[in-house]
């Protein structure tokens, strides 16, 4: 897809294209999710009912039985897509300014990190007549993935399905399905055999 001039900063977030996110309209969906994620972060887990109301506002969508233990981050919220069965442990932080799509049956270790955004390598194209410049790649995680403790995975990754992730592992490269991989950057062990 190119480049359209007519294209507004929030669809350039959604499309990959650089983009300026002090733009008025993303500002305004930022602090809209703040308001739900400090809503959500003063839940007890004594009132399920209320913290999957407010997930079901802040995400795209959400499935069955998910647990989200407070507390949880994230940027926009309306950019996460989350299945079945699926446990995040505490301080996870999502920056969605991409998609970012979970499978079902997957669980999240303590301080998860999702990144979407990022900015050029190349000093001159981060900053553009003194505003900051971000581009975003979306995240996708397919179905029954343990993600360990403080991994995080890095913008534009795939995982597939059936794929366990050593704690402390930094995911910078698309996961094949059935892998066990760790490290920083991670690297494939072995390869899981399902019957």
Known sequence: MKLNKKMTEKEKMLKGFPYDASDKEIRKLFFLCRDKIEKYNKT????PKLREKILRKLFNSVGENIYIEPFFYCDYGMNIS???????????????CAEIK???????GPGVHIY????????????????IVDIAKPVNIGNNVWIGGNVTILPGVTIGNNVTIGAGSVVTKNV???SIIAGNPAKALKKIKIK
């Open 44 to 47: 007890s887990y004594k009132q």
């Open 82 to 96: 989350v299945g079945n069965n699926v446990y995040l442990n505490t301080n996870c932080v999502f920056l969605d």
């Open 102 to 108: 979970i499978g079902n049956k997957v669980l999240f």
């Open 116 to 131: 979407t955004a990022y900015h050029s390598t190349n000093p001159k194209e981060r900053f553009v007549n003194n505003k």
């Open 176 to 178: 094949p399905a059935n």
